[in-house]
């Protein structure tokens, strides 16, 4: 049929196909998978200590939310494959580092030796601050490895006795570690280490001996002698 000059073409058949497609390929990516992605970029920072691993697991969860997001709404948000490889990211980061994690936590103690913490070496509550718990007698002539923060003093280069303190806020920013924080190290090598403010493992003979002024302000309780750096 004619058509007049100002009359409007009729529309394809196939044009509510185009408008489809056209609507498909304008859907959002979806934000969960963004942020998934984003962290699995960073989720080998798990290799540098336990606590990194809620960096890949926070991955795993978010690739998993965009997932359910978009089998929900796949009219709108797109992103299935970003979360499906960071999902696989974060995954086998996760496995890996916690893996290299447990080896080198078993690694690092010597043969023979015990661990000791901070913890084991509080008072009883009640008890008075500069007093000695059982647990640390018990440990007393024995050989452990104990994990703390070099205090800092004028001498920087070649330590071979310094204070190992239990937390690194104590150690970096002034403060005066409680007694029961702090342990004096004799280390067996004499050309000594230089000071780090790293955490720094120390293994040797420990040993509880009263020295100094043993209040809350001075002294020691604690000593670990013979003592190398691990």
Known sequence: MVTGL??????PAHGGVNAREEGEAYRALSGAAIAAGAVALVSPLVFFGW????????GIV?????????????????GGPLAIVAIAVSAVVLAGGLTSLAREYA?????????????????AEGDPPTSV????????????LLKGYIY???????????????????????GNPKITDRVLVQLAEPTGIDFTPRLT??????????????????????HLDNACVR
């Open 51 to 58: 606590w990194f691993a809620a960096v890949p697991a926070i």
């Open 107 to 123: 690694a690092e103690l010597p043969e023979g030796f015990g661990r000791l913490s901070y913890a084991m070496l509080q008072p």
């Open 152 to 174: 800092p003093g004028k001498q920087q280069h070649g330590l071979v006795q310094f204070l190992l303190v239990r937390d690194q806020g104590d150690c970096c920013f002034g």
């Open 6 to 11: 100002f009359d409007s073409p009729s529309r």
């Open 133 to 144: 718990p059982d647990a640390a007698r018990a440990l007393d002539g024995h050989n452990v």
């Open 62 to 78: 978010l690739s998993l939310v965009a997932l359910r997001d978009i089998a929900a709404r796949p009219m709108d948000l797109t």
């Open 201 to 222: 493992k120390v293994a040797g003979r420990f040993r509880v001996q009263p020295t100094g002024t043993a209040d809350l302000t001075g002294g020691v309780l604690y």
